[in-house]
């Protein structure tokens, strides 16, 4: 049926202006280009545990368990991600600590670099990572 409710009859003549045309500078346009916003990184970790993505993160809103925030650890060389689910911001440094040991007695390594992104509107810094 036709979207002005008219006869089927007269969808050919509707036709062209049923297809979304996008304009090379609209986001959706951009979001379909195939180059990236960014250069792609040619320095990838080589072993297990040698560079960890850390991101701490806020949820809208609180969660049954009363979670207010989690924080998100990602292994460069695998990709392998683990999460941690937090009451309180400054909960970050004991989420830290037990992904560090679980690193080290789970798989016997110790984490060399991290790159920690803080997004959102978090008040406090991360924390010094040693």
């Keep these: 049926?036709?979207?002005?409710?008219?006869?089927?009859?007269?969808?050919?003549?509707h036709k062209n202006s049923l297809r979304f045309k996008p304009q090379s500078?609209?986001?959706?346009?951009?979001?379909k280009m195939k180059s990236r916003s960014f250069p792609e990184s040619q320095s990838h970790a080589m072993?297990?545990?040698?560079l960890i993505h850390l991101d701490l993160k806020s949820l809208p809103v609180e969660s049954y368990h009363r979670f207010r925030y989690f924080?998100?650890?990602i292994d460069d060389k695998t990709s392998h991600m683990?999460?941690?689910?937090l009451r309180k911001e400054s909960d970050a440094s004991k989420a830290i600590k037990n992904f560090k040991a679980m690193a080290r007695?789970?798989?016997?390594?110790?984490?060399?670099?991290?790159?920690?992104?803080q997004g959102g509107s978090l008040s406090t810094p991360i924390l010094w990572i040693p």
Aim: hydrophobic share 45%; aromatic share 12%; charged share 15%.
């Design 1 to 13: 049926m036709c979207p002005q409710r008219c006869s089927a009859k007269c969808l050919p003549a």
């Design 47 to 50: 072993t297990l545990f040698e």
């Design 105 to 117: 007695i789970q798989h016997g390594a110790t984490i060399k670099r991290w790159q920690i992104k």
């Design 82 to 85: 683990w999460m941690a689910n």
């Design 25 to 31: 500078s609209s986001p959706f346009a951009q979001g």
């Design 71 to 73: 924080i998100v650890f």
